[in-house]
């Protein structure tokens, strides 16, 4: 077995198989369980009313996210059940010995994007943690997928999961990226192009010279939404830019062990001769800036696209694409640029990093935000924060008009106070436009930081080559 | 600790409708609690109540009386994507649900769903239509779920088999969980991790446990 070609799915599950009954799922063997305040109450409880202790504490981590709010933290919080379920996470993490990056800590933030940051996660582990987008660790050649609070309560009590092997779909991303074009229109042609539950029952694998030219924090953005293609999972092979990036964070290995644990990355890529369940090749040369115009992200068009009419569909799938529209306010036929905005949301975990606030920021520098329109700027953790203040991006985007945050989920998922409106149209650098998901009755237009900003000096969607193309002629002059 | 399920007869509540998200079965504002009680209001939320929380007028279907009661759902392809939320089956067997007839589901809700005892049920499309029209020339038909037997018995004297995950079934039938099934297991757990030293250890250096 060992000399059958395998891929790095196949190679990680096969090195944390602990054992399995006939029948029976695979006892997987966690590496890290990063935890956060909302979907873990319900599993500490499980955990007294059992009697159990968290088995590895030093393999988990917690942090508060979703329901904290990103506005003055001297100000003290109104919402009853956030400060609840915000003191409930500290005291289990307390209680359980669970090392916690909590309010006030400077190393707090999304927990996808302080696993990568603090160097927690790392190449060919497995991680889970009670959200979807756990996904994004993929980034760097580790198995991470999202669970529930049943599994979350069973890796705090044994550090493993039941688990049924996965099946594998290869994402070739060929070519190379134009300019204005980044990892969020990658991802997002891809669900466009497979449907949100085309990757169902697999797990992605992205390859391809447009990948391999992606930083880490592009990689990420790529892994990030693989579950809005259906794929709980989605990895990309471990390289010199993941060992780069790792190379001297705080949980990283040092000395010795770094270069014992760089010899065993390298082993971590698909063997030559491997095969996957399904394959797709994506031409990275000619793909857009992606904006969604519906309600699920597989909804999604070139910025220079119309909105597709229910009567050119197929009949499968013109009822949802009806609902949609109707739910959208848009018309079917027209361009998707030029669409009228209320808010503008720059974050989440998906578009949370500093080179995302950097990309944003290069396109806003020198404007303001359209005249009525809110935009706000949320950093993905507090070290990002840090990081945007000491390079004066805080200052580019205040004095083009927009708010500067505290660091949070905020209105990816409209937990904290930060939502739409009833009505109200926001473009948004974050990965779901369900109905409501940002806000009841909200709209939400979904795409990379540079399309959001772009869009936030015209108040409408607009391509961000546009604006792009402008900044350069004025530096220019 | 979960009750163990055999089978159950309801009538269908049929939702002709692809893609059902997890912020449609439990919008994220209800992800606030940490206990599991008053989800059974939090499903279809949105769909049942106006932006500023009165009843729509008229009733979303869910709450027609007619549909009060009713366990078993017929929905549309791809039915509980999106979040990790297990708010989401929690809200469906809170409200009464407890099997899901779709032409596929979403990776993250199926497992969660079994692990609540909820059963996703997937035929093909072709059975999927067949479905639909039985409903809604029998709205009121009921059907028989029969785990064991892995049957649905329809009104029209028919019935069709269904697949389910072997294990999760067991578990379902027994009412057992499973953190007492691999904590059975703890031997061969100590076992592999006597020979694989852990990878990461979150409570050394800059960890900033408060």
Same mark, same amino acid.
């Given at each position: 077995?060992?000399?059958?070609?395998?891929?790095?799915?196949?190679?990680?599950?096969?090195?944390?198989?602990?054992?399995?009954?006939?029948?029976?799922?695979?006892?997987?063997?966690?590496?890290?369980?990063?935890?956060?305040?909302?979907?873990?109450?319900?599993?500490?409880?499980?955990?007294?009313?059992?009697?159990?202790?968290?088995?590895?504490?030093?393999?988990?981590?917690?942090?508060?996210?979703?329901?904290?709010?990103?506005?003055?933290?001297?100000?003290?919080?109104?919402?009853?059940?956030?400060?609840?379920?915000?003191?409930?996470?500290?005291?289990?993490?307390?209680?359980?010995?669970?090392?916690?990056?909590?309010?006030?800590?400077?190393?707090?933030?999304?927990?996808?994007?302080?696993?990568?940051?603090?160097?927690?996660?790392?190449?060919?582990?497995?991680?889970?943690?009670?959200?979807?987008?756990?996904?994004?660790?993929?980034?760097?050649?580790?198995?991470?997928?999202?669970?529930?609070?049943?599994?979350?309560?069973?890796?705090?009590?044994?550090?493993?999961?039941?688990?049924?092997?996965?099946?594998?779909?290869?994402?070739?991303?060929?070519?190379?990226?134009?300019?204005?074009?980044?990892?969020?229109?990658?991802?997002?042609?891809?669900?466009?192009?497979?449907?949100?539950?085309?990757?169902?029952?697999?797990?992605?694998?992205?390859?391809?010279?447009?990948?391999?030219?992606?930083?880490?924090?592009?990689?990420?953005?790529?892994?990030?939404?693989?579950?809005?293609?259906?794929?709980?999972?989605?990895?990309?092979?471990?390289?010199?830019?993941?060992?780069?990036?790792?190379?001297?964070?705080?949980?990283?290995?040092?000395?010795?062990?770094?270069?014992?644990?760089?010899?065993?990355?390298?082993?971590?890529?698909?063997?030559?001769?491997?095969?996957?369940?399904?394959?797709?090749?994506?031409?990275?040369?000619?793909?857009?800036?992606?904006?969604?115009?519906?309600?699920?992200?597989?909804?999604?068009?070139?910025?220079?696209?119309?909105?597709?009419?229910?009567?050119?569909?197929?009949?499968?799938?013109?009822?949802?694409?009806?609902?949609?529209?109707?739910?959208?306010?848009?018309?079917?036929?027209?361009?998707?640029?030029?669409?009228?905005?209320?808010?503008?949301?720059?974050?989440?975990?998906?578009?949370?990093?500093?080179?995302?606030?950097?990309?944003?920021?290069?396109?806003?520098?020198?404007?303001?935000?359209?005249?009525?329109?809110?935009?706000?700027?949320?950093?993905?953790?507090?070290?990002?924060?840090?990081?945007?203040?000491?390079?004066?991006?805080?200052?580019?985007?205040?004095?083009?008009?927009?708010?500067?945050?505290?660091?949070?989920?905020?209105?990816?998922?409209?937990?904290?106070?930060?939502?739409?409106?009833?009505?109200?149209?926001?473009?948004?650098?974050?990965?779901?436009?369900?109905?409501?998901?940002?806000?009841?009755?909200?709209?939400?237009?979904?795409?990379?930081?540079?399309?959001?900003?772009?869009?936030?000096?015209?108040?409408?969607?607009?391509?961000?080559?546009?604006?792009?193309?402008?900044?350069?002629?004025?530096?220019?002059? | 600790?979960?009750?163990?399920?055999?089978?159950?007869?309801?009538?269908?509540?049929?939702?002709?409708?692809?893609?059902?998200?997890?912020?449609?079965?439990?919008?994220?504002?209800? !992800?606030?609690?940490?206990?599991?009680?008053?989800?059974?209001?939090?499903?279809?939320?949105?769909?049942?109540?106006?932006?500023?929380?009165?009843?729509?007028?008229?009733?979303?279907?869910?709450?027609?009386?007619?549909?009060?009661?009713?366990?078993?759902? !017929?929905?549309?392809?791809?039915?509980?994507?999106?979040?990790?939320?297990?708010?989401?089956?929690?809200?469906?067997?809170?409200?009464?649900?407890?099997?899901?007839?779709?032409?596929?589901?979403?990776?993250?809700?199926?497992?969660?769903?079994?692990?609540?005892?909820?059963?996703?049920?997937?035929?093909?499309?072709?059975?999927?239509?067949?479905?639909?029209?039985?409903?809604?020339?029998?709205?009121?038909?009921?059907?028989?779920?029969?785990?064991?037997?892995?049957?649905?018995?329809?009104?029209?004297?028919?019935?069709?088999?269904?697949?389910?995950?072997?294990?999760?079934?067991?578990?379902?039938?027994?009412?057992?969980?499973?953190?007492?099934?691999?904590?059975?297991?703890?031997?061969?757990?100590?076992?592999?991790?006597?020979?694989?030293?852990?990878?990461?250890?979150?409570?050394?250096?800059?960890?900033?446990?408060?």
């Amino acid at each position: 077995m060992a000399d059958r070609p395998r891929t790095l799915v196949e190679k990680i599950w096969d090195a944390h198989f602990v054992a399995s009954d006939p029948g029976a799922p695979a006892i997987l063997a966690i590496d890290l369980h990063l935890v956060h305040e909302v979907t873990s109450p319900q599993a500490f409880t499980g955990l007294r009313e059992r009697g159990l202790k968290v088995r590895r504490p030093g393999q988990t981590v917690a942090t508060a996210d979703h329901s904290i709010p990103t506005t003055d933290p001297s100000v003290p919080m109104v919402d009853q059940l956030a400060i609840k379920q915000l003191a409930q996470i500290e005291e289990n993490c307390r209680e359980f010995g669970i090392p916690f990056h909590g309010k006030g800590s400077a190393t707090r933030g999304i927990v996808h994007v302080i696993g990568p940051e603090l160097g927690l996660t790392q190449p060919g582990m497995t991680i889970v943690c009670g959200d979807s987008h756990t996904a994004t660790h993929g980034a760097f050649g580790a198995l991470a997928f999202g669970i529930g609070t049943s599994e979350i309560e069973m890796v705090l009590a044994t550090q493993t999961l039941l688990q049924r092997r996965p099946k594998t779909f290869k994402v070739e991303v060929t070519g190379r990226l134009q300019p204005g074009v980044g990892a969020k229109d990658i991802i997002l042609a891809l669900i466009a192009r497979i449907g949100v539950g085309g990757g169902t029952g697999h797990v992605f694998e992205f390859t391809g010279d447009a990948i391999r030219a992606l930083s880490m924090e592009e990689r990420m953005t790529v892994c990030n939404m693989s579950i809005e293609g259906g794929a709980r999972a989605g990895l990309i092979a471990p390289d010199e830019t993941t060992f780069a990036y790792l190379k001297g964070r705080a949980f990283a290995p040092q000395g010795a062990a770094w270069d014992e644990a760089v010899a065993r990355w390298r082993t971590l890529p698909t063997d030559d001769g491997a095969t996957y369940d399904r394959t797709i090749v994506i031409d990275g040369d000619t793909l857009e800036p992606m904006v969604t115009y519906g309600t699920n992200p597989g909804m999604g068009i070139g910025v220079g696209g119309r909105i597709p009419s229910p009567a050119e569909v197929e009949p499968g799938v013109r009822q949802d694409l009806e609902r949609a529209l109707t739910y959208m306010g848009l018309e079917p036929g027209a361009s998707i640029a030029g669409q009228k905005l209320d808010v503008v949301f720059i974050g989440s975990c998906t578009n949370g990093r500093i080179e995302d606030l950097r990309a944003a920021a290069s396109i806003l520098r020198g404007h303001q935000v359209a005249d009525g329109l809110r935009v706000l700027v949320v950093p993905g953790s507090q070290q990002v924060k840090k990081q945007a203040e000491s390079e004066g991006l805080d200052q580019v985007f205040r004095s083009a008009g927009a708010e500067w945050r505290e660091s949070g989920c905020s209105m990816c998922i409209a937990m904290n106070g930060d939502q739409l409106e009833p009505g109200q149209y926001g473009i948004s650098t974050s990965n779901r436009n369900f109905e409501g998901r940002q806000g009841k009755g909200g709209r939400s237009f979904l795409a990379s930081p540079l399309t959001a900003a772009a869009s936030a000096i015209t108040g409408v969607v607009t391509d961000p080559r546009t604006i792009a193309a402008s900044n350069a002629a004025v530096e220019a002059n | 600790m979960p009750e163990p399920f055999v089978k159950t007869t309801s009538r269908v509540i049929p939702i002709p409708r692809a893609n059902i998200d997890t912020d449609q079965l439990c919008p994220a504002r209800f !992800l606030k609690i940490t206990d599991k009680a008053g989800l059974a209001d939090a499903l279809f939320f949105d769909w049942r109540f106006t932006p500023d929380g009165k009843r729509r007028e008229p009733v979303s279907f869910i709450d027609e009386p007619h549909n009060a009661g009713r366990q078993i759902l !017929l929905v549309g392809d791809n039915f509980g994507s999106g979040s990790s939320r297990e708010h989401a089956p929690w809200a469906l067997r809170a409200w009464g649900i407890r099997a899901i007839v779709s032409t596929s589901f979403a990776d993250i809700f199926k497992g969660n769903a079994l692990k609540n005892a909820l059963l996703p049920i997937v035929v093909s499309a072709e059975r999927h239509a067949t479905l639909q029209a039985l409903v809604a020339a029998n709205p009121d038909g009921e059907w028989t779920v029969d785990l064991d037997a892995l049957k649905v018995a329809l009104p029209d004297g028919t019935s069709f088999g269904f697949e389910i995950d072997p294990f999760a079934r067991t578990m379902i039938l027994a009412g057992t969980d499973e953190i007492g099934y691999v904590l059975a297991k703890l031997p061969a757990i100590d076992a592999w991790e006597a020979t694989h030293a852990a990878r990461i250890e979150t409570r050394a250096g800059t960890a900033t446990a408060r």
